[in-house]
């Protein structure tokens, strides 16, 4: 831990516990004095135990009508509200990034270091597939739509000259940074909790999904799959926007369980026989905790999960990957499981995931801020 040092750490939005959230609460357990900036904080009172019960200083748009249920309306405004958040007080900045935070404004004697979940996917290469899931392809909100991602591109990029430091959740994420700010960054994987899951040797005889029921996650395309095998029992837990269209895809070795509290989830994940896992995710938390219960995963082959992931034919294997996000592709790859499931051990899945603790974050990213913190006082030392 860096000594009289004064950080300030900023955030997209608090509104969820989740990975890039998890991210930051490491950051204040490295920065105990640190302050906290997001464009809008509310928290649950568990979730912000987690954060030594700071609260965030905030944009205008906190104050703004129905900002709780419905912040992400509020978007457009987003880039100038990150703006208008004042650090100038603080030494070093870290940001935890997928949307805009890496943009707050910094100066020539500030330190910004910005973990970046992605580059903002609705605005960069996911923009077809946004626009399609929003039915926004062809009517006058489409072509507003079209235009305002187009402002955000432009202002995405600019705000890549305030950052120091990129550090990328994944090789996956360095690559799509590369290629939309043409910037190099260092890969540190995210935190994961592999200690709140425990080993479990012996599987029952069906398959896990969990995820929020929302498009790019495919919750669908599994459900479809697994009601063209019905010999094969899937449990599906979690719920969302999508969850009429897939109970109407359900068959009836589909047991669709909605919500469920985080001990009920992990008791399934522990006793799966594998867990599914289907979406293009920028690393991926999910199928890693599974991983921690000793239990295998079948994957869609891109984005994060081909390197959290060891598959049939390299050595230690955790699970298998399809190669296309269809049914048939899906089918194929269960059916490959179950012919070299043998093969994958629970031991290994369970060494796998130990990759990504939470210890090991903690560790490298340490380092990686005392280094860089280092080099840039040594560099406003010359004179010109």
Same mark, same amino acid.
């Given at each position: 831990?860096?000594?009289?040092?004064?950080?300030?750490?900023?955030?997209?939005?608090?509104?969820?516990?989740?990975?890039?959230?998890?991210?930051?609460?490491?950051?204040?357990?490295? &920065?105990?004095? $640190?302050? +906290?900036?997001?464009?809008? *904080? !509310?928290?649950?009172?568990?979730? %912000?135990?987690?954060?030594?019960? #700071?609260?965030?200083?905030?944009?205008?748009?906190?104050?703004?009508?129905?900002?709780?249920?419905?912040?992400?309306?509020?978007?457009?405004?987003?880039?100038?509200?990150?703006?208008?958040?004042?650090?100038?007080?603080?030494?070093?900045?870290?940001?935890?990034?997928?949307?805009?935070?890496?943009?707050?404004?910094?100066?020539?004697?500030?330190?910004?270091?910005? &973990?970046?979940? $992605?580059? +903002?996917?609705?605005?960069? *290469? !996911?923009?077809?597939?946004?626009? %399609?899931?929003?039915?926004?392809? #062809?009517?006058?909100?489409?072509?507003?739509?079209?235009?305002?991602?187009?402002?955000?591109?432009?202002?995405?990029?600019?705000?890549?000259?305030?950052?120091?430091?990129?550090?990328?959740?994944?090789?996956?994420?360095?690559?799509?940074?590369?290629?939309?700010?043409?910037?190099?960054?260092?890969?540190?994987?995210?935190?994961?909790?592999?200690?709140?899951?425990?080993?479990?040797?012996?599987?029952?005889?069906?398959?896990?999904?969990?995820?929020?029921?929302?498009?790019?996650?495919?919750?669908?395309?599994?459900?479809?799959?697994?009601?063209?095998?019905?010999?094969?029992?899937?449990?599906?837990?979690?719920?969302?926007?999508?969850?009429?269209?897939?109970?109407?895809?359900?068959?009836?070795?589909?047991?669709?369980?909605?919500?469920?509290?985080?001990?009920?989830?992990?008791?399934?994940?522990?006793?799966?026989?594998?867990?599914?896992?289907?979406?293009?995710?920028?690393?991926?938390?999910?199928?890693?905790?599974?991983?921690?219960?000793?239990?295998?995963?079948?994957?869609?082959?891109?984005?994060?999960?081909?390197?959290?992931?060891?598959?049939?034919?390299?050595?230690?294997?955790?699970?298998?990957?399809?190669?296309?996000?269809?049914?048939?592709?899906?089918?194929?790859?269960?059916?490959?499981?179950?012919?070299?499931?043998?093969?994958?051990?629970?031991?290994?899945?369970?060494?796998?995931?130990?990759?990504?603790?939470?210890?090991?974050?903690?560790?490298?990213?340490?380092?990686?801020?005392?280094?860089?913190?280092?080099?840039?006082?040594?560099?406003?030392?010359?004179?010109?």
């Amino acid at each position: 831990m860096l000594r009289n040092v004064n950080v300030g750490i900023v955030a997209d939005w608090l509104v969820t516990f989740a990975g890039s959230e998890k991210v930051i609460a490491e950051f204040i357990n490295l &920065y105990p004095q $640190s302050e +906290i900036y997001s464009v809008v *904080d !509310f928290l649950s009172d568990e979730s %912000r135990h987690l954060f030594n019960d #700071k609260k965030a200083t905030t944009s205008f748009i906190q104050r703004l009508p129905r900002a709780k249920g419905s912040y992400q309306q509020y978007l457009p405004l987003m880039p100038l509200a990150i703006e208008q958040l004042d650090v100038t007080g603080h030494d070093i900045i870290l940001s935890s990034s997928h949307a805009v935070a890496k943009g707050v404004l910094t100066g020539p004697d500030q330190l910004h270091i910005s &973990y970046v979940h $992605s580059p +903002i996917r609705y605005a960069w *290469d !996911f923009q077809h597939q946004y626009l %399609r899931e929003a039915g926004l392809t #062809k009517c006058l909100k489409g072509k507003l739509a079209r235009l305002f991602l187009h402002k955000i591109r432009l202002w995405d990029y600019r705000t890549a000259n305030g950052v120091d430091h990129f550090i990328a959740n994944s090789q996956f994420i360095a690559r799509r940074i590369r290629k939309v700010y043409g910037r190099h960054a260092d890969v540190i994987y995210p935190p994961v909790d592999v200690n709140n899951f425990t080993l479990q040797e012996n599987k029952e005889d069906f398959y896990l999904t969990a995820s929020r029921m929302v498009p790019y996650k495919r919750i669908d395309l599994i459900v479809e799959a697994f009601s063209q095998m019905p010999d094969k029992k899937l449990v599906v837990i979690g719920d969302g926007s999508e969850m009429a269209k897939i109970k109407a895809k359900a068959g009836s070795n589909v047991e669709i369980l909605g919500y469920q509290p985080d001990d009920v989830m992990q008791d399934y994940m522990r006793r799966a026989k594998a867990f599914v896992f289907a979406a293009e995710e920028d690393f991926g938390i999910t199928p890693v905790e599974a991983q921690a219960c000793g239990t295998p995963v079948i994957a869609f082959g891109k984005g994060g999960a081909l390197e959290t992931i060891r598959p049939y034919g390299e050595q230690n294997p955790t699970g298998v990957f399809f190669a296309a996000q269809t049914v048939a592709s899906l089918n194929e790859a269960v059916q490959h499981f179950e012919a070299v499931r043998e093969a994958i051990t629970p031991q290994n899945c369970r060494n796998n995931a130990l990759r990504f603790s939470a210890e090991r974050f903690k560790l490298e990213i340490d380092t990686f801020i005392k280094e860089k913190w280092l080099a840039f006082n040594n560099n406003k030392k010359v004179v010109y």
